[in-house]
């Protein structure tokens, strides 16, 4: 399994930016799938967004569409999560996850999940 590693998250006003990091350790990160959830107080668990192996294909949550963008550099064994126009309703523990295959929007298909990073948007 990989080891993974989130941060960036912070407090933030509603409408503003935030970019989260998921550091990934080992050698193989290029064979992982990686996806982003999240988990509000009282909540379950919801897919964010995910993002292929090359990169090449992304999936996003339609809440988050068109605000979230999901990206990665294998060469920094890194992925992000650049968000926008955040919404309270956004207020959440974020967590990155990965899995080996494709793409997906499930979270029990992912094997490795970091410890999670807080986001506060604040109306």
């Known amino acids: 399994q990989v080891q993974l590693v989130e941060s960036g998250g912070g407090l933030v006003q509603a409408g503003g930016s935030l970019r989260l990091s998921c550091a990934a350790s080992g050698r193989t990160f290029s064979t992982y799938a990686m996806g982003w959830f999240r988990q509000a107080p009282g909540k379950e668990r919801e897919f964010v967004a995910a993002?292929?192996?090359?990169?090449?294909?992304?999936i996003y949550a339609e809440s988050v569409k068109g605000r979230f963008t999901v990206s990665r550099d294998n060469a920094k064994n890194t992925v992000r999560l650049q968000m926008s126009s955040l919404k309270p309703e956004d207020t959440a523990v974020y967590f990155c996850a990965a899995r080996v295959g494709v793409v997906a929007d499930s979270d029990y298909k992912y094997d490795s999940w970091g410890q999670g990073t807080q986001v506060t948007v604040s109306s």
């Open positions: 993002i292929s192996r090359s990169g090449a294909g992304t």
